[in-house]
């Protein structure tokens, strides 16, 4: 079972950027797909943004299109958002997960989950 580790989150003020990073205790094959999704207290999980290991083919929601960038480092099995112009609704825990190989932005087709990292935007 891959696990994984975010890092990167804390406290900014709207307008400014912070880049969330997560860590793969293994090399994830190049047909598995790595996402961020993000929760904020009494809403579901919903999809931010997912890559595709082997080719680096990338998608995101509409909410964070041109302000946030999914990208991965292969040689530490890192993957990355950079996060651009945060908005106070961006505000929530951030979390990484792996599917096998689907290409899929629910998130009850993903089957590993780090443990969040809390993102905070201030207006």
């Known amino acids: 079972q891959m696990q994984l580790q975010e890092s990167g989150g804390g406290s900014v003020q709207a307008g400014g950027s912070l880049r969330l990073s997560c860590a793969a205790s293994?090399?994830?094959?190049?047909?598995?797909?790595l996402g961020w999704f993000r929760q904020s207290p009494g809403n579901d999980r919903e999809f931010v943004a997912r890559?595709?290991?082997?080719?680096?083919?990338?998608s995101y929601a509409d909410s964070v299109k041109d302000r946030f960038t999914i990208s991965r480092e292969k040689s530490t099995n890192t993957l990355f958002l950079q996060m651009n112009n945060l908005k106070p609704d961006d505000t929530a825990v951030y979390y990484c997960?792996?599917?096998?190989?689907?290409?899929?932005?629910?998130?009850?087709?993903?089957?590993?989950w780090g443990q969040g990292t809390q993102v905070t935007v201030s207006s």
């Open positions: 890559l595709r290991w082997g080719t680096g083919y990338t």
């Open positions: 293994q090399r994830p094959f190049s047909s598995s797909i």
């Open positions: 997960a792996r599917s096998r190989s689907e290409w899929t932005s629910v998130p009850t087709h993903y089957d590993s």
